[in-house]
C-alpha cells in the first residue's frame, strides 16, 4: 500500500472513528526521529533518606517535547517504543545520558550520587544489554555501584534465560537491580530469591491508601519485612503529604521519594541541588505534621 492511501485511510478514522488511532500513529512515527532531533531529555527525581532528610539518590525519567503537541508523558509512548524496535536506541540514550550527566555533574563538583534509569522488559530480551551497559559506564569512567537499573516483574514474568544471564552479570559487575512498582501486580516473592534484586520500589498506591487504610498497611508491614529478610534496600514511592511521610517512617521504611520532596527537575537544577547538597528538613515536617 501506498503511503498516501495510508494516509486517507487515516484521515478516515481519524475524522470518523477514533481521533486517538491518528495521534498514536503520527507519535509512533515522529517518535522515530525524536533523538537525533533532541526532543528527548531526562528529569531527575531524589530519593531521600526517611531519617537525615539527605539526597541519597536520583531516579532519571525520559521526556519528550513534541514540537507540535508539546511534552508528552512517558506512558503514552515508552509503550509505542516497546512495540517496534525503537525501545532499544531509546532505552539505550537513556542510560547513556544519564551517565554523562552523572560525569558532568561531578566535575561541577557535586558528590557523587547513585542514579537509576527504568528499563523496558523487552530490552533484557536483546543479547548484548549487558555489554551496552558496561561499554556506556568505562565510557564516562563510571562506577558501576553509581548506576542502578529499575525493572518491572514484567521482565521477570518472560522467565527467559536472557534475562537472568543479563542480570546475573550486571549485578556481578557492580550494577544494582531495583524491582520497580512492588505490590500491583503479583509481587512474586520468588523473583527476589531467584534474581539478583538489590531494591524494591513500594508501588505509589500504597503511598495513596497508607494513611487510612489499615490493609494497606499491613501489605507494606510485610514488604518492609520480607526486605529485611531478604537484606534488601527499600524505598516508597509517590509520598505527597506529610502524613503519608510520617506513616511510612512510622513502619521504619528506610527511604522515600515522592513530589513532597521535589517533583522531577531538569539537569542543571539537580545540579544545584547537588552542589548546595540539600537536606530536607524532615525533623521539622514531624513536628509540623498536627498543624497540617
Ligand atoms: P515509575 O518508574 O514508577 O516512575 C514514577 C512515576 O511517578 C514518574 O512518572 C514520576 O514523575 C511520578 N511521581 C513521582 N513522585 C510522585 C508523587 O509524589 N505523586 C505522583 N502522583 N507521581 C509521582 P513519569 O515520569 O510520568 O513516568 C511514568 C512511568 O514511565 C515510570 O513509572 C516508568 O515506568 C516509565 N518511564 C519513565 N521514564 C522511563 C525511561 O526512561 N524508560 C522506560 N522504559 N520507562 C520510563
Ligand atoms: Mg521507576
Ligand atoms: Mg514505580
Ligand atoms: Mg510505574
Redesign the pocket.
Known amino acids: 500500500r501506498s503511503r498516501r492511501e495510508n494516509h486517507s485511510a487515516l484521515h478516515h478514522y481519524a475524522s470518523n472513528l477514533d481521533i486517538d488511532y491518528y495521534r498514536r500513529y503520527r507519535l509512533e512515527q515522529d517518535l522515530h526521529y525524536a533523538i537525533e532531533r533532541e526532543e528527548l531529555f531526562?528529569?531527575y527525581?531524589p530519593k531521600v533518606d526517611s531519617w537525615t532528610g539527605k539526597i541519597i539518590g536520583l531516579?532519571?525519567?525520559?521526556?519528550w517535547q513534541h514540537p507540535e503537541w508539546g511534552r508528552i508523558?512517558?506512558?503514552d509512548f515508552?509503550p509505542l517504543?516497546?512495540e517496534s524496535a525503537l525501545?532499544v536506541a531509546?532505552?539505550d540514550w537513556?542510560v547513556d545520558t544519564a551517565c554523562k550527566t552523572m560525569k558532568q555533574w561531578a566535575r561541577a563538583g557535586a558528590p557523587a550520587i547513585p542514579i537509576s534509569?527504568?528499563?523496558?522488559p523487552k530490552?533484557f530480551l536483546i543479547p548484548g544489554f549487558e555489554h551496552q551497559i558496561e561499554q556506556i559506564l568505562t565510557k564516562y569512567n563510571l562506577s558501576p555501584h553509581l548506576l542502578e537499573l529499575?525493572i518491572?516483574e514484567a521482565a521477570l514474568i518472560m522467565d527467559d534465560p536472557n534475562i537472568s544471564r543479563t542480570l546475573e552479570y550486571v549485578s556481578q559487575i557492580g550494577v544494582r537491580i531495583a524491582l520497580?512498582?512492588f505490590g500491583k501486580g503479583y509481587s512474586s516473592m520468588v523473583y527476589l530469591q531467584r534474581y539478583p534484586i538489590n531494591v524494591v520500589?513500594i508501588?505509589?498506591q500504597f503511598?495513596t491508601h497508607i494513611t487510612d487504610d489499615a490493609k494497606a498497611q499491613a501489605i507494606v508491614k510485610s514488604i518492609l519485612y520480607m526486605a529485611m529478610e531478604f537484606n534488601l534496600s527499600v524505598i516508597a514511592?509517590?509520598?505527597?503529604t506529610l502524613r503519608q511521610l510520617e506513616t511510612f517512617r512510622a513502619l521504619n521504611c528506610p527511604n522515600i521519594?515522592?513530589?513532597?520532596f521535589s517533583?522531577?527537575v531538569s539537569a542543571s537544577v539537580m545540579e544545584s541541588y547537588l552542589l548546595r547538597e540539600v537536606l530536607y528538613p524532615i525533623e521539622a515536617c514531624s513536628l509540623a505534621e498536627d498543624s497540617v
Not at 117 to 120: A, I, L
Not at 257 to 260: D, N, S, T, V
Request: no cysteine.
Open positions: 531526562l528529569e527525581q531516579e532519571a525519567l525520559i521526556r508523558p512517558p506512558n515508552i517504543a516497546e525501545h531509546i532505552g537513556v534509569v527504568n528499563v523496558s530490552r529499575e518491572t520497580d512498582d520500589k508501588d505509589r503511598a514511592e509517590g509520598i505527597e521519594q515522592g513530589y513532597l517533583k522531577p
